[in-house]
């Protein structure tokens, strides 16, 4: 079974760009989540997403948005893009996300996102 | 508010010894733990986890341990070999709406393991 891909693999943009990250999931997972990860503040839940729905938000502001498709596969937006966005971003998918059954998210390898 | 620590940055083991690795949480809510090894610029890879009614989870080197009383878990590595020098994060997810999808981290330990 192929694992999480998330594409691009990196990227380098400016401030006041816009970004668009993609996720395709596990064959069969229907969650996908979103993190950042940062030296400063480790590993951060963005969003989460199930059947093209956003079910769970972390603390960030509005300019980080994403949206999923009906195959499941997600993207994550970034817009008017500032340094501090510079961040590994990981996209995991699980089964159902509803932690009902205790589910194991699997990481792709994520994308590395550099903010000039 | 951090509800995942893990207190020791890093540790250093001499191969074939054991790695102990710690972690505490706060929020009872958390009812599954979940170790995951982790590269530099790559994406976490799960090692093991553990639910909340269990106090002891075994594969292979690796075994995890719960102290739900104490709010406190450890991984165990038996032997320690140089491939295992990495970042180690710990994680827990709690059941719920607002928990859906979520992961909360610790910091991670970087992990040495000198041949």
């Known amino acids: 079974k192929a694992g999480v891909t998330q594409t691009p693999r990196y990227l380098i943009k400016t401030r006041g760009q816009q970004v668009t990250l993609s996720c395709s999931p596990i064959s069969g997972h229907r969650s996908v989540s979103w993190y950042q990860q940062t030296p400063g503040q480790g590993l951060q839940f963005l969003f989460e997403?199930?059947?093209?729905?956003?079910?769970n938000k972390g603390n960030f502001p509005g300019r980080f948005s994403g949206r999923q498709f009906s195959n499941s596969r997600s993207e994550m937006n970034v817009s008017t893009l500032e340094l501090g966005d510079s961040a590994l971003y990981l996209c995991?998918?699980?089964?159902?996300?509803?932690?009902?059954?205790?589910?194991?998210?699997?990481f792709g390898p994520g994308t590395r996102l550099l903010v000039l | 508010d951090q509800q995942v620590k893990q207190n020791s940055p890093s540790l250093s083991v001499q191969e074939g010894r054991i790695s102990i690795l710690n972690c505490d949480y706060t929020n009872s809510m958390f009812d599954y733990f979940l170790w995951y090894k982790k590269y530099p610029a790559e994406g976490p890879t799960f090692l093991i986890s553990?639910?909340?009614?269990?106090d002891k989870n075994e594969d292979g080197r690796f075994t995890v341990f719960l102290n739900k009383s104490a709010k406190h878990l450890s991984l165990h590595i038996v032997p320690s070999q140089p491939g295992d020098s990495a970042v180690y994060f710990c994680?827990?997810?709690?059941?719920?709406?607002?928990?859906?999808?979520?992961?909360?981290f610790g910091q991670g330990t970087i992990l040495t393991v000198h041949p």
């Open positions: 994680a827990a997810s709690a059941k719920g709406s607002t928990s859906y999808g979520k992961l909360t």
């Open positions: 995991a998918s699980s089964l159902t996300g509803t932690g009902a059954v205790q589910e194991t998210q699997y």
């Open positions: 553990i639910s909340s009614i269990k």
């Open positions: 997403y199930f059947s093209e729905t956003q079910r």
